[in-house]
């Protein structure tokens, strides 16, 4: 049973920063990717960033420049460090992953809050 569990999330001032972490129960590079997404209040979830097993980044274009997604395999965490935070990026952040095989993703967490303050 794959879980993936965030942390991270907060209160923090627009201009600040957050880190947020995602812990799999296995090895990141079990899985084709892993991605964050996020979910505001009274709107869709969006995705956010992704990494592939074989490095490939990619940024929604509301957050490159400003976000950067990692991974540390040897943790099996991946982060997305949050930099020049915007009111507008308050949501709940979730963790997911593309098992190999899949093109969708198959594994999520539980999501962690973000607030930012004007």
């Known amino acids: 049973q794959v879980q993936l569990v965030e942390s991270g999330g907060g209160l923090v001032q627009a201009g600040g920063s957050l880190r947020l972490s995602c812990a799999a129960s296995g090895s990141i590079f079990s899985f084709n990717a892993m991605g964050w997404y996020r979910q505001a209040p009274g709107k869709q979830r969006e995705w956010v960033a992704s990494?592939?097993?074989?490095?490939?980044?990619n940024y929604a274009v509301s957050v490159k420049g400003r976000f950067t997604i990692s991974g540390d395999n040897a943790k099996n965490t991946v982060y997305l460090q949050m930099n020049s935070l915007k009111p507008e990026d308050t949501a709940v952040y979730y963790c997911?992953?593309?098992?190999?095989?899949?093109?969708?993703?198959?594994?999520w967490g539980q999501g962690t809050q973000v607030t930012v303050s004007s």
């Open positions: 997911a992953a593309i098992a190999f095989g899949s093109s969708e993703y198959t594994y």
């Open positions: 990494i592939t097993s074989g490095g490939r980044i």
